[in-house]
């Protein structure tokens, strides 16, 4: 009898839960190997079927020696090395939910909050938490339908690309509600002990007080020099801080902190300066008022006063190059396309999306531009990209009420343009004092490299454009 055969007799009448799984090395030195395809039978009905190799020792015949003789002697001398493989009913049904890629300069996030608990159903593609950068806030989906099985990470974490979050089971099975029950049991408990202290700690309190009022005589002398005033009077010459119960300890957001940081270094770095000037709204208002109509029905968007500046803006900055260029060590340079960053305030911090050849676009493509942007950024569905570069930067806090204001300059740019609100002011026209709707802009820019002569052109050239608008018809 050979000695397979033993083998598979040995393993047949073995009722165990673990099979025998053959290997073949890969050296072939001093005997040939067959692989043949073998169906081990096991106990309880179940089998196995792999590919076992067979090998022919050359020069020697294989003897009929007790299966753990054969079997050593595989383990030491022999290419097949034998494994011993528990069975598990593992089918696939668990998925993991991982960070998904920010971008290219965004390694890490915070999990700021799980929007599934453990039990909850979800669907593919569903977003089952939000995860804040330094400069958008990225949805975690669900890569599977199913029910959320486990949170592994906790709000508040740092998170990587590819780091696991939740579990999710496909089937649902596996998912039970006692995690819940525990949570609710242990405050009941903890919240009986202390009421038990409670209780024996009123018991003895008046057992500790019963000698004090013995002593009346003695007591009663030292009572009214207790409540001595002087110590409240020397203290009410103190600032009198209000209680902390009073205050809130809220941590920072990714986005705030980011922006505090760029801000700060925009500081540090740039050498700022802010001239200003005023324009008179009247043209412009005036061509909105009189075409809106029109405007809408061509072209599905409201014509704003926002796509003047931009064209206003846009003009200046061909005819003034340097605002467009920044420094870059001992070097300038020049920008030879124009995107323009525009400043938009959410409930979540400040994002600045980037209109992107500005100067090829008209008024409709502009608004259309804006609007889509604006929306995006209030939905939080902004994507890096789309804030990405930018040469130049547009900041209206007129729609806030902002009468006057020094913006600051966005990094890398060097220069930053400020709108405010439109008031009608008393105005010398012709002569003659008259109420027009005027409008302070401001200009922040960086004085190392840009001199208050190109500064005020700059400025000059955005209220010609903006009181005259044909100006940009005849590029004059």
């Known amino acids: ?20 799984v053959f290997r073949r090395s890969t050296s072939t030195r001093g005997y040939s ?13 179940s089998k196995i079927v792999g590919n076992v190799g067979r090998n022919s020792f050359l020069g020697c015949p294989v003897s009929s020696k007790p299966v753990r003789e054969a079997v050593s002697f595989f383990q030491r001398d022999s290419p097949i090395y034998v494994q011993n493989r528990s069975f598990s009913s593992d089918n696939g049904d668990l998925v993991d939910a991982v960070v998904p890629f920010m971008g ?87 919240a009986s002990k202390p009421s038990a202290g409670k209780k024996k700690e009123d018991k003895e309190k008046p057992k500790e007080e019963k000698p004090l009022p ?16 002087p110590p409240p009077k020397a203290s009410a010459t103190e600032p009198q801080l209000p ?11 990714r986005l705030r902190k980011r922006v505090a940081t760029r801000l700060k270094d925009s500081q540090n770095t740039f050498a700022m300066l802010t001239t200003f000037n005023e324009v008179d709204m009247t043209n412009l208002m005036k061509l909105r008022s009189e075409y809106k109509d029109a405007f809408v029905e061509k072209h599905g968007v409201k014509l704003g006063l926002m796509s003047g500046f931009i064209k206003g803006a846009v003009s200046g900055l061909q005819n003034q190059p340097i605002v467009n260029a920044v420094i870059d060590g001992d070097d300038i340079i020049y920008r030879d396309y124009i995107d323009i960053s525009i400043a938009v305030g959410t409930p979540k911090g400040l994002v600045v ?20 942007l604006a929306k995006k950024a209030n ?28 913006p600051i300059i966005n990094p890398p740019q060097s220069a930053i343009l400020g709108m405010h609100s439109i008031v009608n002011r008393p105005m010398v026209v012709g002569g003659e004092i008259v109420s027009r709707p005027m409008m302070y802009i401001a200009l922040t820019y960086d004085h190392r490299l840009i001199d208050g002569r190109e500064a005020v052109f700059f400025l000059r050239r955005i209220k010609d454009v903006v009181e005259d608008p044909r100006r940009l018809l005849l590029d004059i």
């Open 379 to 406: 939905d939080g569905s902004i994507s890096i990209d789309e804030m990405a570069g930018g040469s130049f930067t547009i900041s209206n806090g007129g729609v806030y009420g902002s009468l006057l204001s020094t």
């Open 1 to 20: 009898m050979s000695m397979w055969s033993i083998l598979r007799r040995k393993l047949a009448t073995q009722p165990s839960s673990s099979a025998f």
């Open 104 to 190: 290219e300069s965004i390694t890490d996030g915070t999990l700021a909050t799980f929007l599934k608990k453990p039990g909850d159903r979800v669907e593919i593609d569903e977003p089952i938490a939000q995860i804040e950068t330094d400069k958008v806030t990225i949805d975690v989906a669900s890569p599977e339908a199913g029910v959320i099985q486990e949170l592994v990470a906790k709000e508040g974490e740092t998170v990587e690309p590819g780091t696991k979050i939740a579990v999710i089971s496909k089937s649902g099975e596996g998912v039970s509600e006692s995690h819940v029950a525990p949570s609710e049991d242990v405050p009941s408990q903890a």
């Open 353 to 372: 999306p980037v209109l992107r050849n500005a100067d090829k676009m008209n008024f409709a493509e502009i608004e259309k531009a804006i609007n889509t």
């Open 243 to 253: 209680p902390k119960e009073r205050e809130r300890r809220v941590p920072m957001t």
């Open 33 to 45: 190997t067959t692989k043949v395809k073998e169906a081990l039978l096991l106990g309880r009905g």
């Open 214 to 229: 013995k002593p009346k005589a003695e007591t009663s002398p030292p009572k009214p020099k207790a409540p001595s005033p």
